[in-house]
């Protein structure tokens, strides 16, 4: 009888243990932040989202929230540039603290991070050179190219979901770069960059994007189980509510792809 209730006791303390850790699990982040002073976002070069400006500071539609939301948690702001590929295991092994640029909220993406909500609309687009948009009107058409794309991106996902022939490149800037210098016949990229990086009065005046692929939407990536996600989507909503958001998405050209938060 002694054993019994000694394995009760022993079984009850367990299940309060565990209780316990998961209440701590689940809110860990948010004070870990807050502890060691800095939040550190990983970015890739991606204008709008995360670029720098003349001064080699980072900048954008994601860098100025982060900003923000850095100063509400009281601690400074820092930008790492990440291997797109490997930005879960960034997260995971505390590299970063938040995957915060432009990030398509794919079921791989919600599968291995605790995301935000979505707070942008977006599409993924085939860019080529203007002398040869007049040629791609369909998906069907585009699969005659041969493309470069952002290794681990939706871009990637769009070109393996259509069957075209790509390669896989450091980031959607080197495909740009790619399409510019000959070397890939076409890129696929964000809507949102394409807006910002190519055409008339770009470093990209030659190209063009053409046939929308996917449409998507953007969200922010922390650790699983993190209470960061939560807090962000809070202080998103208090931004949105103060006209903030809106304001900075005017300022990159964002505000018609803002998803009401």
Same mark, same amino acid.
């Given at each position: 009888?002694k054993?019994?209730?000694?394995?009760?006791?022993?079984?009850?303390? $367990?299940?309060?243990?565990l209780?316990?850790c998961?209440?701590?699990?689940?809110?860990?982040d948010?004070?870990?932040?807050?502890?060691?002073?800095?939040?550190?976002?990983?970015i890739?070069?991606?204008?709008?989202?995360?670029?720098?400006?003349?001064?080699?500071?980072?900048?954008g539609?994601?860098?100025?929230?982060?900003?923000?939301?850095?100063d509400?948690?009281g601690?400074?702001?820092?930008f790492?540039?990440?291997?797109?590929?490997?930005?879960?295991?960034?997260?995971?092994?505390?590299?970063?603290?938040?995957?915060?640029?432009g990030?398509?909220?794919?079921?791989? $993406?919600?599968?291995?991070?605790?995301?935000?909500?979505?707070?942008?609309?977006?599409?993924? $687009?085939v860019?080529?050179?203007?002398?040869?948009?007049?040629?791609?009107?369909?998906?069907?058409?585009?699969s005659e190219?041969?493309?470069?794309?952002?290794?681990?991106?939706?871009?990637?996902e769009?070109?393996?979901?259509?069957?075209?022939?790509?390669?896989?490149?450091?980031?959607?800037?080197?495909?740009?770069?790619?399409?510019?210098?000959?070397t890939s016949?076409?890129?696929?990229?964000?809507l949102?960059?394409?807006?910002?990086?190519?055409?008339d009065?770009?470093?990209?005046?030659?190209?063009?994007?053409?046939?929308e692929?996917?449409?998507?939407?953007?969200?922010?990536?922390?650790?699983k189980?993190?209470?960061?996600?939560?807090?962000?989507?809070?202080?998103?909503k208090a931004?949105?509510?103060?006209?903030?958001?809106?304001?900075t998405?005017?300022t990159?050209?964002?505000?018609?792809?803002?998803?009401?938060?």
């Amino acid at each position: 009888m002694k054993k019994v209730v000694a394995l009760l006791l022993a079984a009850v303390l $367990v299940s309060l243990c565990l209780a316990g850790c998961g209440k701590k699990g689940a809110s860990k982040d948010v004070d870990y932040i807050k502890d060691k002073g800095t939040l550190i976002v990983g970015i890739t070069d991606f204008a709008p989202m995360d670029y720098k400006d003349d001064l080699g500071n980072w900048i954008g539609f994601d860098a100025d929230m982060a900003k923000k939301v850095a100063d509400s948690l009281g601690v400074k702001c820092e930008f790492v540039e990440i291997d797109w590929d490997n930005k879960v295991l960034e997260l995971n092994n505390k590299s970063i603290d938040v995957v915060w640029n432009g990030m398509t909220l794919t079921p791989e $993406v919600t599968n291995a991070m605790e995301c935000t909500k979505a707070y942008l609309n977006n599409a993924q $687009v085939v860019v080529v050179s203007k002398s040869e948009a007049g040629n791609v009107k369909t998906k069907d058409d585009a699969s005659e190219y041969t493309f470069a794309v952002e290794a681990g991106s939706a871009g990637e996902e769009a070109a393996k979901e259509n069957d075209y022939e790509y390669t896989s490149v450091t980031s959607q800037a080197d495909a740009l770069m790619e399409v510019q210098a000959g070397t890939s016949g076409a890129c696929i990229i964000d809507l949102l960059m394409a807006g910002a990086m190519i055409g008339d009065g770009t470093s990209y005046p030659d190209l063009t994007h053409t046939v929308e692929l996917t449409t998507e939407e953007y969200g922010i990536g922390c650790r699983k189980g993190s209470d960061l996600a939560e807090y962000i989507n809070k202080q998103l909503k208090a931004y949105y509510d103060d006209g903030s958001l809106q304001q900075t998405a005017k300022t990159y050209g964002v505000q018609d792809a803002l998803i009401a938060q």
